[in-house]
């Protein structure tokens, strides 16, 4: 490891992470942490549609007959 870290440093960095931030905000953190990387990954292969286009596709409506 880089940083010659044992298991017992990194269960002890981990309590201190909890504590600090708490269970549920960083279960937050890490689902957009993880919605990042995916758009960056969309990003770097290439995609040529931009975000927002698929957001408003998202969003129409499928049913506009009336």
Known sequence: ??????PTE???IL???IVLFGAGRISK???EL???IREF???ISGDDKPAEE???KAEEPKDKAK
């Open 1 to 6: 490891m880089p940083f010659n870290l044992g």
């Open 10 to 12: 990194l269960i002890i």
């Open 15 to 17: 309590v201190i992470v």
């Open 29 to 31: 953190i890490a689902g």
């Open 34 to 36: 993880g919605q990042g």
């Open 41 to 43: 990954r969309k990003g």
């Open 54 to 56: 698929s957001k408003d």
